[in-house]
């Protein structure tokens, strides 16, 4: 089994930053992919980013630019930089782990961007 639990999530203003955390454990093999995901209420679930664990990255086609994944193999924890943060950044952050063609989710944590 695999647990993944995030942390970082909050409340802030427009323009501020956030660092989101996702800490894998369990039973995890040395090659997955990491990720962040986001649902916004009344909206489905989006990517953000992902990296494997050979550090390849892909961005969604509109975050490239404001956020940075990053990872950490050793502590198998993925990292989310969020800058410049905008209302309509608000949503449940979601980290997914995908190893042997399965997916592993996260509870997910609460980001609120105010104007």
């Known amino acids: 089994q695999v647990q993944l639990v995030e942390s970082g999530g909050g409340k802030v203003q427009a323009g501020g930053s956030l660092r989101l955390s996702c800490a894998a454990s369990?039973?995890?093999?040395?090659?997955?992919?990491m990720g962040w995901y986001r649902q916004a209420p009344g909206k489905q679930r989006d990517l953000v980013a992902t990296?494997?664990?050979?550090?390849?990255?892909t961005y969604a086609d509109s975050m490239s630019g404001r956020f940075t994944i990053s990872r950490d193999n050793a502590k198998n924890t993925v990292f989310l930089q969020m800058n410049s943060l905008k209302p309509e950044d608000t949503a449940v952050y979601y980290c997914?782990?995908?190893?042997?063609?399965?997916?592993?989710w996260g509870q997910g944590t609460q980001v609120t961007v105010s104007s």
């Open positions: 997914k782990l995908r190893q042997l063609q399965l997916d592993y």
């Open positions: 369990g039973s995890i093999f040395s090659s997955n992919t």
């Open positions: 990296i494997r664990s050979d550090y390849r990255i």
